[in-house]
Nanobody, 127 residues
Framework: QVQLVESGGGLVQAGGSLRLSCAASGRSFSRDGMGWFRQAPGKEREFVAAVAPISWSGGRPSYADSVKGRFTISRDNAKNMVYLQMDSLKPEDTAVYYC?????????????????WGQGTQVTVSS
């Protein structure tokens, strides 16, 4: 059974940091693009970051403009894990964060290309 499980969310003050983890199981995800999305109350789910497979461009990352320079996505294929390091957090980063796997597109910014999703982890940034 393919499963993605996020962890690491919580409550943090503005300017602080959190590291989200995504544990993948059921099969190897080393050839999938992996992404992070977030959804705030009353808003649509939005792209945060993605990382391509290591075999393609060495695992090139991509970021939404709103998090560029503050967030870092990484992957550990040996552990079937994906991470999102979030620094300089802002109240507008408050959302439920989802990990997702994109088997065909090497990690796009479009949610519809992702076949597998985790249940999400809440991140709350206080001002």
């Amino acid at each position: 059974q393919v499963q993605l499980v996020e962890s690491g969310g919580g409550l943090v003050q503005a300017g602080g940091s959190l590291r989200l983890s995504c544990a993948a199981s059921g099969r190897s995800f080393s050839r999938d693009g992996m992404g992070w999305f977030r959804q705030a109350p009353g808003k649509e789910r939005e792209f945060v970051a993605a990382v391509a497979p290591i075999s393609w461009s060495g695992g090139r990352p991509s970021y939404a403009d709103s998090v560029k320079g503050r967030f870092t996505i990484s992957r550990d294929n040996a552990k079937n894990m994906v991470y999102l390091q979030m620094d300089s957090l802002k109240p507008e980063d408050t959302a439920v964060y989802y990990c997702a796997a994109d088997p065909l597109n090497r990690g796009s910014k479009f949610a519809y290309t992702y076949d597998y999703w985790g249940q999400g982890t809440q991140v709350t940034v206080s001002s």
